[in-house]
């Protein structure tokens, strides 16, 4: 086996005829600088090592990818992807023009790389994953690496919840998932879960080998059981909204019927009583400390958009703001530092412009994402083939995003840049395949019996 075919997997000379890549590139210094980035951010290994901070691992990964990304050779420009870009970009540079524009402060040095390192991670995720193959192994690492997370908090769970003497006291404290970062804390933890619940219950229903499709399932259910016993209440409204999509839209209703039955058992058997009473009381939210403490922040924030209409007050100048000119009486300055939902987060911090340009980007998600599955529906593609449930997978995943985190400020969080990186990634695949489709006739055409080839080659 010669070195090429070791990294690419050739075309038939019908594929280069009908102007198809001469190679699917598979192995390459831009994926692995991406997986190695994944790694570093995943598992947030400068903190728990501190003596790596000076290192900048996450920056050097991240670099490493994006240059590779640059120099390798990638499909054309798939519809959607162009517009999809271009509001990131647009939403970047109202991100930026707010915060020098920042009436309170300016942009926290924490937040000064976190910020333009999410939006840059979308154009590396769309241009490296661009093939089924590369999807597979960089969806595989993802996983695997939240499947870590899971299992550290489902152990945490059943550690302590046992020792606990007030369940009620324990649920309010929850589940965190190990490390500072972006799964600090149980509603943190829980968007978290819900964005990979949402992946791993489409992946599990694709027509795939068995040892995918029990890892999925492996995946599905550590996440499905983690959002039972978190201690966040969002993620139970996300995680329920993923199930009931599923069940609605899923081509295969006897496994959508059973992913339904076995979260609803899990209700009643497996979440702690005491979240069902937490729900009960949100019922009366001005009875429910943490409740009302939401509402108000909520109350501050549509009050600081109202006065900064236009940009509003800075990224990540919330908690700044609030504290000098929003004061919550029943609310010490030192609490809530956030808003504690997406939606304000945004409107409050970006404005109305902001706002325009955030939800562009989530509506062009979906329009990509659905023009997908439409697309492949017209080839006559079964609803099991994996770019079909990868699609359905992103847009579950985005939807247990938006649900869950209407609780809880994770707007400058990885999980919706990397699920755009993606849904572009899957455009650029799926807009290769449709081409060879038109031109043999067949929807499992001689591009996807070279990715089967390919896996072999792996």
Known sequence: MTLMSMHTAPCSANQVAQGAPAEIVLWGPDLLGLLFYVFVEYTRIAIVYPALAPL??????????????????????????????????????????????????????????????????????????????????????????????????????????????????????????????????????????????????????????????MYFLLCASAFGALILVCGSRGAIVGGAAIVLATTARSARKSWALVILLTFVIGIFFLMPHASRDRFKSAEDYKNDETANHRVELWMAGLRMWHDYPILGVGPANFAYVRAAGYRIAAMHDSEAYVCHSLYIQVLSELGTLGSIAAAGVILMFFRITGRIRRHLRECKVDGRDWQFCLASGLQLAMLGYLVSGAFVSVFWYPHIWVLCGLAIGLNTAVAARLELVAANGNPRSALLRSLEGAHELA
Request: hydrophobic share 55%.
């Open 56 to 213: 900048q691992l996450g920056k050097v990964s991240l670099l490493a990818a994006l240059t590779g990304s640059l120099f390798s050779r990638t499909a054309g420009q798939a519809e959607g992807n162009r517009i999809m870009k271009f509001l990131i970009m647009l939403l970047g540079l109202l991100t930026l023009v707010s915060g020098l524009l920042a009436s309170y402060g300016v942009i926290p040095a924490s937040d000064l790389w976190n910020i333009p390192e999410q939006l840059i991670i979308v154009f590396v995720i769309g241009r490296v994953v661009a093939n089924d193959w590369r999807a597979k192994r960089f969806l595989f690492v993802l996983l695997l690496l939240m499947l870590k997370v899971a299992q550290h908090g489902l152990r945490t769970y059943a550690v302590e919840h046992a020792q606990t003497t007030d369940e009620m006291a324990f649920v309010r404290f929850g589940i965190i998932g190990g490390g500072r970062g972006f799964y600090d804390n149980s509603a943190d933890l829980g968007v978290a879960m819900c964005v990979m619940f949402g992946l791993a219950v489409a992946l599990f229903q694709a027509d795939i080998a068995r040892k995918w499709k």
